[in-house]
């Protein structure tokens, strides 16, 4: 029912996540290598080997019913499961571009947006995406539809588009605003609503006019989940140094906040929200940059926060977005290639893909035997050229940053 998207994203991600999940492609010290690979041969073909189907930032997760889900991130990736999550398998997007958000309308018909205004359409499932030119270069943050037909997206610089024919085409809106926009949310054809920096937008007559709500933002707060619940009832979700929670109960005239009381961590870092998701108007969800879940139950009021996914040190965007099928089925997606999955309403959560210890260095001894060492004492080793690791007993919790051999 509702999104959260962007708020802050370091640049460095993609080659900080990629090097500390570790692949083959990643810092052979192979420093032996031609010496002691017989016929000196050279790799000319790279490909992913693990951990599979990807080891990317995964910035969004839709699933469109119980079996059938896709995720999509950094450097163009999309993936798609149709087991429920036990397997993913990897789509070619056409695109390098970052997506930050994917959104599927029916089994047949999907859309992802993302960076330097790239929007992506599929009418087949994922196999074959076409690229639209939207005349846009800003980055777009997110993608919804309330139908067949209508759909929303929000980016940069108060930028709001919308079809009415199922993408075919796209209409930029007017919402005399400059604001970053990260999230969109719609009850129908005609309530919606927006967030983005220091902002929420709400409309009442489809996008065509657009009024910025009377809120009391001090400090400053990036708003990165917004959900209508009802005729009368808005959430919404922001970045302050503890986070906040903002709801009205009059559609939008009025608006109460409260802290959502989130400690600082790491030595006094803040730990960011990421996005926002209600089923109804009691039950939703608040995942962190930091990984922890909050989950409430009485319409916001309190929140039980779930850290158990919280690494030990400081690791960016372990969870990024969060998406309800149902109150019992709901899926997580972070770095690393994470989705992370409850099916009891957020009583237990599952990694169904990614959530791999960080890995700080490795060392190859010839062309297929090679160690990777990192996080609490782990110490894996390959003997297949890095298609499959095991995981030796290394008698240590510390975290192991190199390995020479």
Not at 137 to 159: C, E, M, P, R, S
Not at 271 to 276: A, F, G, H, N, Y
């Amino acid at each position: 029912m509702a999104t959260g998207r962007i708020y802050f994203k370091k640049e460095y991600n993609l080659f900080f996540y990629l090097f500390l999940l570790f692949t083959v492609i990643s810092f052979f010290c192979y420093k032996n290598n031609f010496s002691q690979d017989p016929g000196n041969r050279i790799i000319s073909t790279w490909f992913w080997a693990q951990p599979k189907p990807t080891g990317t930032l995964l910035y969004s997760v839709h699933f469109i019913n119980q079996m059938t889900g896709y995720a999509a991130g950094e450097l163009g990736t999309i993936i798609k499961t149709t087991d429920g999550g036990s397997n993913w398998i990897q789509l070619t997007s056409n695109t390098s571009n970052d997506l930050s958000e994917i959104f599927f309308i029916n089994n047949n018909i999907g859309f992802a947006v993302g960076r330097s205004g790239i929007v992506i359409r599929t009418k087949d499932g994922g196999t074959r995406w076409t690229q639209f030119k939207t005349g846009l270069n800003d980055y777009l943050h997110d993608v919804t539809f309330i139908n067949k037909f209508t759909g929303y997206i929000a980016g940069l610089n108060g930028t709001i588009l919308k079809t009415s024919n199922s993408g075919d085409s796209w209409k930029k809106l007017k919402t005399f605003s400059g604001a970053p926009l990260f999230c969109l949310s719609f009850l129908n054809e005609n309530e919606g609503a927006a967030g983005g920096y220091t902002t929420i937008l709400k409309t009442s007559d489809g996008g065509m006019n657009w009024r910025s709500q009377n809120i009391n933002f001090n400090p400053s707060c990036a708003i990165v989940g917004i959900s209508c619940i009802d005729n009368n009832t808005i959430y919404a979700a922001g970045n302050s140094s503890a986070g906040s929670f903002y709801k009205s109960a009059d559609n939008g005239a009025n608006w109460i906040s409260s802290s959502l009381n989130l400690p600082y961590l790491f030595d006094g870092s803040v730990d960011l929200l990421r996005s926002m998701s209600f089923i109804n108007i009691n039950t939703g969800f608040i995942v962190t940059d930091f990984g922890t879940i909050l989950k409430t139950t009485n319409a916001g009021m309190s929140w039980q926060k779930d850290s158990s996914f919280r690494p030990s040190y400081e690791k960016l965007s372990v969870m990024y977005d969060i998406n309800f099928r149902d109150p019992g089925f709901i899926n997580i997606s972070g770095s690393g290639g994470t989705i992370i999955r409850s099916t009891n309403s957020g009583l237990n959560w599952t990694a169904r893909t990614g959530n791999k210890k960080t890995l700080k260095g490795s060392c190859f001894i010839n062309s297929k035997t090679g160690f990777a060492v990192g996080e609490k004492g782990i110490v894996l080793k390959t003997e297949d050229e890095g298609m499959n690791w095991l995981e030796l007993n290394s008698f240590t919790d510390k975290f192991l940053k190199s390995v020479f051999l």
